[in-house]
C-alpha cells in the first residue's frame, strides 16, 4: 500500500462549539490505484484529504488515527520533515486554477523552484525536467510556456501546468481536491484520463477528492463516499455506482441527470446536512433517509460487505 | 510597452499644460502687477505705455499664448528680491530637496518594509498590534514637531549631530550632492529620519495588510503543498506580490515628501527649493512661487510617469496584457 | 467599540472640554497684555511668579506669559480652526459627492476627475499657495483647509452613495415620486453617514496638523492668535539654548489631541466595517 490511513479523527475546537468535522476514517491505496474521495460540501472530504498533507489550517487538530505513507508514519513528522515529503513523496492540487499559480512568476520558475526544493540538481536540468513535465501533461511548445505568466495561459492550460508542477518530482501520491471542478466537461474529461493513464503508467497512487459522482464514475477505480464526518460507503467504483449499497449514494446517483430516465424527474435530497458541533446519535444519515427505522437511532458501524465492500448502514440496498 | 509609454507621455504634457494653465490663472487674478512696476505718480498715458510694453494689454488667453512661449524657452521670470532668473533660483535648490526626500524615502522603505511583513506574517499576535500602533503614532505626530524634538536630543542634549543645514557639497556627475562625505551624512540623518517618519507609518500598515492578503491566497497554499520553504514563500512568492503596491505608494509619495520637505527643510534650515518657497512668499516674491509650482508639478508627473512604467515592469498582467 | 476607542474619546472630551472652560481654567489670560510681567520671561516650569502668589507650573514664554494658560487657548483655536474647517468641508464634499452620485454621467465625470486631480497634489501644497495668495488670517486658513480637504469627503460621499443608489428602497422613494432632494437627505445621507463619521475623524486631525504646520511655517495664523502650531514656533529658537519647554508641552498637547482623533478614528473604521476588525 502508498497510503494506509487508520482511525483519523479530526476536530475545530471554536469558542463556543468544538466542530467533530471528521470521525474515525481508515483507508488504503494501493500504487497506481485511482481512489475517488465523494462527499458534499462539509461532509469532512476536502479536511480528510488536505490532513495527509498537513495542509489543514492551525485551527484543525487532529485527535487520533495514524497516517503512513510508503510504510512511513506521518502524524509524528515536524513541519520540517513534512515539507520534505510535500511536492516530492505526495503532492497535492486544488480547485481554482485561477489563483493556484502565482500571477506574477512565470511557469517555467514555479515548475523549476519545485524541483530544486526536493531534488539536488542544477537550474538546467530542473529546468529540463520542467519541459517533460509540461509535455507529460500535453501541452504544446513547452519551451514556449516556461516563459509565460499564468494569466497569458487558459484556465484548462493553467490546470494543466499546476497538476505537472505536482507530478514533477514523481509522487508516490497525488491528492487533488476538486481540481476539476472549475473546467467545463470536456476540459474536465481530458485532465481526468491524463490523470488516470499517469497514474496506471507510473505506479502513482491518486487521491481524487469530488463532490461530483459523475467524475468518479468515469475514473476512479474505487469510490469511498463520505457523509457528516464518516466513510459511508466504498468500494469498487463500477459496483459502488451501479448497485449503491448506502441510501445516500442512491440518493446521490439519483441526482445525477445524465442517469434519470428522460422525461422522468430529477431526484433530490430533502433536507439538510447534519450539524458536526456535536454529530447527532445515530445513524447521521437518519433525518433524510427515505428507509430510516428505530433501529437506525442505534447508529451502525461500517461493515463488510463481501470481500470488496464496506457499508455503513442496518439495512443495505444490496446484500453480499 | 511602447504604446503605454507614447500613451503616458502625452498624458502627462496634457497634464502639465492644464496645470500651467491654472496656475496662470491663480497668478493672473491676483493682481495687477503694474502697480508693482510703475511709479504711483505716473500717469494715465505712462501706465498704459508699460502696460503695452509688457504684453499686459492683451486679452488674458493672449497673455497665457505669451506665457506658455516663455515657459517653453525655460524662462518664468525674475525673482524681485534676488534679481536673478526664478527658474535658476528653484533648480539650483532642487539637488538639495531631492536628496533630502530620496533618503527620507529610503528609510521609510528600509525601515517600514522588513517590519510591516513581520507583522504581517503574524496578523493577531501582540507583536502585530504593537506594530499598528506604532504606525498610529508615526501618523499622528506632526513632522515639523519632531524635527524639533531630534534636535532638542540629538544636537543640543547629546551633541551628536549638527543642528541644522547640508554639509560640504561636491558635484556628481555635474550635481552637487552632500552624500559623499560623513559630514554630509551627519546633517542629512535627522531631516531624513524626520521626514521619513509619516511615510514609513503609512508603508508600514501598507505591507502589514499587503502580506497579511497574500499570504491568504490560493497561490500560497499551492506553494506550501510543493514543499518550498518559508523562505522562499515570503522572499519570493509573497515579496513579489506585494512589491507592487509598495513601489507604486512609494513612487506617488514620493512627491508628497517634495511637498512635505518644506516643512523639514524650514525647521533643520536645509538649503532646498521648500525653504526657498517658504522665505519667497514671506517675503512676497510672486515670480519665484510660481516657478517653484510649475516645477513641481512637472516634477509630479514625470514621477507619475514613473511608477506607471515600473508598475508595468512589475506586473506582469499589466506588462503583456490580459489574455484569459 | 474598542477599548482604545472608548478611551480616546474619554481623552478627546476632556480635551475639547479644556478648551471650552478656558478662561475659567486658566490661571492667567494670555492675552492681557497687563498681566504680563517681562520680569517673569522665560521661567523654568515650577517657577514663583515675581510679583503675586502664582506658580507657572509649565513655565512662561519669551513674552513671561504663563505656558499652561497659553496652550489652553492655544488648543481652543487650534479645535475651532480643526472642527470649523472639517464641518464646512464635509458639507461642501457631501453636497459634491451626492450629486455626483445622483446625476452620473458627464457631471458624475467630471466632479471625481477634479477630486482626482486635486488629491494627486499634497494638501499641504494647495494650502500653502492659497494662504501665500490671501495671507494669514484664521478664516483664510479655515479656507484654505476647506480647500484642501473637501475631495476627500466626496469621494467617501459618492462611493457609498453608489452603492446605496442601486438598492430597492431606493428605487421604491423613486417610484413614489418624492422629490429628489428628500430622497437625498432622507434615505440616501443617512447610510453615508458612518463611512462620513470615520473620514471626518480622521480629517479633524489631519486638518488640526495641517493648521499647525502652516502656523508654524509663519503662513497660518497670525501671531495675534496663537494656535498650538504658533505657540511650539515660538519656542524653537529657546530649544536650541535648552529653554525645552516653551515648545515641548505644546507640542505634547498637539500630539495628544491628534493621537486622540486617530485613535478613535482607526476604532470608528473597525465598528463601521467588521470585517476590517476581524483581520
Redesign the interface.
Known sequence: MVLAVDHLSLRIPGAQRTVYAVDDVSFAIAPGEVVALVGESGSGKTLTALALAGLNEAAVQRVGGSIRLQGEELTDLSERALRRLRGAALSVVFQDPMATLNPVLTVGTQLSETVLAHRRVGRQEARRRAVSALQAVGLPEPELRLRAYPHQLSGGMRQRVAIAAALINEPALLIADEATTALDATLQAQILALVRAHGHAHGTAVLWVTHDLAVAAGFADRVLVMYGGQLIETGPADRVLRQPAHPYTAALLAAIPSRAEPGSELATLPGQPPDLAPPPPGCRFRERCPIARAECAAGPALHALGAERQVRCFFPLVTS | MIALVLRRLLQSALVLLVMSLLVFVAVYAIGDPIALLVDPQADQHDVARVRASLGLDAPWWAQYGYFLVAAGRGDLGQSFIHGEPAIRLVLERMPATLELASAALLIALFAGVPLGLWAGLRPNSISARLVNGLSLLGFSLPTFWVGMMLIMLFAVGLGWLPTGGRGPTEPVFGVPLSITGIAGWRHLLLPAATLALFKWSLLLRLTAGATREAMRQDYVRFARARGLSPARIVGVHVLKNILIPIVTVSGLEFGSLIAFAVVTETVFAWPGMGKLLIDSIAVLDRPVVVAYLLITVALFVAINLVVDLLYALLDPRVRFGSTA | MSRSGYAALIALTLLVGAALFAPWLAPQNPYDLAALDVFDARLPPGSPAYAGQMHYWLGTDAQGRDMLSAMLYGLRISLVVGFASTVLALLIGIVFGLIAAWRGGWVDALVMRIVD?QL???A??LA??L???TGPGLAKIVLALVAAQWAYYARATRGVALVERNKDYIAAARLLRLPSWRVLAHHLLPNCLPTLLVVAALQL?AAI?LE??LS????GLPVTEPSL?LL??NG?QY??S?R?WI??FP?VL??LL??S???LA?ALRRLADPREAA?
Open positions: 486631480v494627486s497634489f499634497p499641504i501644497l500653502l499657495v494662504l501665500a495668495v486631525a496638523s499647525a504646520t508654524f511655517l509663519g503662513i502650531g511650539i514656533a524653537f530649544l536650541l535648552g525645552y515648545s515641548v507640542g498637539l500630539v491628534l493621537v482623533c486617530n485613535v482607526d483581520r
